[in-house]
């Protein structure tokens, strides 16, 4: 990989940026390049790198942004005179991996539980940021990232919302929990979860629907009470627990492979990579 393609990559991870990686992997016959050409394709659309131009890299670019949208990977062949109409006569392979936005998690609430999730996420590939508006509740933290909220109203600025965030919510206050929740509704995420009794979430669930403010398929996206049932009792145990689902979720991943080759009706099965039964997989025409 070139250092101008690296830096963009770094560049688009820092922005919190998706795009995706396409690399030759094979090559036969005459091609416009070998093995080892790359190009980056941002989610808009624009490109650096090539891998040859013309019908072949206009076909990869929109695979690419298949790719981004699904966040997915794609092994896809191309034959050059017969997929795409050019004289080189030579086929192609390249491998499209989507550049995923790393995951940030946003911990709402400083308490015992959330300082000890802090402490095993900031071990793990999450960004963490830990918000909590009570005077001091930070003190005797130690390399630990922080960030606050002093108004339940609203969400700071910089707490960026996307589809790879994660929320957290466990403060100390049950009103304070579910306006967090309120306001999280509206915000593009992966994973929230609310930590809570089990008669905390039927009173919560009636409050949200009697109210409006959400409807039973938003209030089933959200995990509460929060993580994996494991019997935790500890704000060590419960931090366990809820880094273990967000590990769950993280780690469900899905590619795309190609069953044959490119061409406009191709077929590529989309294959959950915690399955082994490729006939089980359903099948999508790109």
């Known amino acids: 990989m070139t250092t101008p393609l690296l830096r963009s990559i770094l560049k688009l991870r820092d922005r919190r940026e998706q795009g995706a990686l396409c690399t030759i992997v094979k090559t036969e016959g005459s091609t416009p390049l070998k093995a080892g050409a790359q190009m980056l394709v941002r989610s ?4 650096e790198g090539t ?4 019908a072949l890299e206009y076909a990869v670019i929109q695979q690419a942004l298949t790719a981004i949208s699904l966040n997915a990977h794609q ?4 034959r050059l005179t017969r997929d795409h109409n050019m004289c080189c006569g030579g086929t192609v392979q390249v491998y499209i991996e989507a550049l995923e936005v790393p995951p940030q998690c946003f911990i709402f609430g400083a308490g015992h539980v959330g300082k000890a999730l802090a402490v095993v996420l900031s071990t793990l590939d999450f960004e963490v940021a830990v918000i ?4 001091n509740i930070f003190d005797g933290w130690k390399d630990l990232p922080s960030s606050f909220i002093l108004h339940p109203s609203s969400f700071p600025p910089s707490l960026v919302w996307d589809s790879n965030t994660y929320a957290i919510i466990t403060t100390h206050s049950h009103p304070l929990d ?4 309120r306001l999280a509704l509206r915000q593009p995420f992966k994973y929230c979860g609310m930590i809570g009794s089990k008669r905390k979430v039927i ?3 009636k409050l949200f629907l009697e109210r409006g403010w959400a409807t039973e398929e938003e209030l089933d996206r959200i995990d509460m009470p929060i993580g994996i049932d494991i019997a935790a009792e500890s704000p060590a145990e419960i931090a366990v627990s809820i880094a273990a689902r967000l590990i769950e979720i993280k780690n469900r991943k899905e590619s795309l492979r190609v069953v044959q080759d490119f061409s406009p009706s191709s077929t590529f099965q989309l294959l959950n990579s915690d399955s082994t039964n490729d006939l089980a997989c359903a099948s999508t025409t790109i």
């Open 75 to 78: 092994l896809v062949l191309h």
């Open 44 to 47: 808009d659309g624009s490109i």
């Open 178 to 181: 579910r306006e967090i929740l």
């Open 203 to 205: 009173v919560t669930r």
């Open 51 to 54: 891998i040859g131009g013309g």
């Open 132 to 135: 909590d508006g009570r005077p």
